[in-house]
């Protein structure tokens, strides 16, 4: 069944619409010259899973021998017609064909980054339940993590939690693919704010063993439990309590694993549901959601961030691949246009974007930004001798001399370097001929920072003028990109007509 969420979160939901999309800082202008180039690359899977990194993960459906479950909800008739805004590039599959779609899903979710996923269940016997056993061996296989989400089955009470996670240590505890984390079970409880906050201090018997988090931003509906999530794919857009819920987290020892996801649509799933729509954006949403959970000012860098979602269909959260060609006249939605894909490639648009912001997650936890220039093709109007060439700005150095920049006289001078992908960047900078060890009347005086998706439509995202310092940090409204173009207006302080620029750096914050 689609979920509620609590009225907060759907009260924000409005807002969080418009907050979503980053601005244009200027209109777009004419291409460079140069070849073209392909619009985007495939994102390489990461090399190693992230264990930070978890996704909600639904055992719920059935379709065998034509018995559909979950697929019909909201007086659907699948398999053409079925309870979803987005429709599977698998169809609507059974959630206990272990052999094909959840092998799938294991190697989908290799292709995110993501090493752990959180498994709904809904009690001890229950269909999931039964389903569980076959999801950890196919986890296994892809060295995946299952953790727990223990949802709000009819009769569910504090008590009878503390009895499910003992029931779930017992059956499920020596599976190489249960997670831990310091060694201690993780459990998320969905709803917890729907059991009186006394009633929880039966967890007490539980938490010295194992992580249980409670659902919400509230500090103080957390007494017993071990930290807290969000869940709602809404609310990230805005993060509302997200700064007093991570502060709170990392001052009293607790996790904090603000939830984020793609976009939310139930149309489908629950006619007539007054809950707002979230609209992916062609990927900003995403990015985001995963910049507000990485951002210092909201709440600090979380133990985990869990995403909402890989395949809760029916609420059209996924990032589980949707089809590029679904059944006509049901008017599906699709992935297409996502991070500037188009056709097959626009399906895993999402995968590989949760495989970008994993690795971001990683490299932050280890205390170091990535600057995504670092390395990558550059092409430039022209250079002034042979040595100076515009590969030379994106060598992560400014300390080899003269030889070490790149350097013009063209009549127009340009700049630009491909990212391999289309990526969100939100800060530049500019490392001028002073940061190279030359006067700094040499400084680029006025100058424009350039992004384009394909190569051909630019946004002006930067002007710069009376410049006059060695390096230049410029701060943008996060905005996708995959090409970076620094358009030259006055190459110097002085009359002397050289561009020289030692280094271009762009990062995500």
Known sequence: MSRPRRPLFAALALLSTLLAVPTAAAASTAASPGAAVKAVD???PAATLSQNVHLFYYPWYGAANGAY???PQGGHTPPADIGANLYPKLGPYDSGD???AVDQHMRW??????????YSWWGQGSYEDGLAQGVLDAAARYGIKVAW???PYGGRTAASTVADINYLNQRYGAHPAFYRYGGKATFYVFESLS?????WAALDAVTGSNIVLAQTTDASRTDHFSGMYTYDAIAGASAPGWEQAGEYAAAHGLVWAPSVGPGYVDDRAVPGNTTPTLARANGATYDQEWTNALDPAKGGLPTWVSVTSFNEWHEGSVIEPASGT???GFGYETFEGAYGRTGAAAETAYLDRTAYWATEFEQRRGGTATNLALNRPATADSRCVAAEGPEKDVNGSVSGGNSDKWCSLGAAKWLRVDLGAVRQVSRFVVRHAGAGGEPASFDTRDFDIQTSTDGTTWTTVVRARANTANVTTHMVSPTNARYVRVNVLTPTQTADTAARIYELEAYAS
């Open 149 to 151: 989400h223990l949802e």
């Open 195 to 199: 059991i009186p906050d006394d009633d």
């Open 69 to 71: 479950r979950h697929w």
């Open 98 to 100: 272990f052999a094909g």
């Open 326 to 328: 679904p059944p006509a």
């Open 42 to 44: 495939a994102a390489a």
């Open 109 to 118: 979710i290799v292709q995110s980054g993501a090493g752990v996923l959180v």
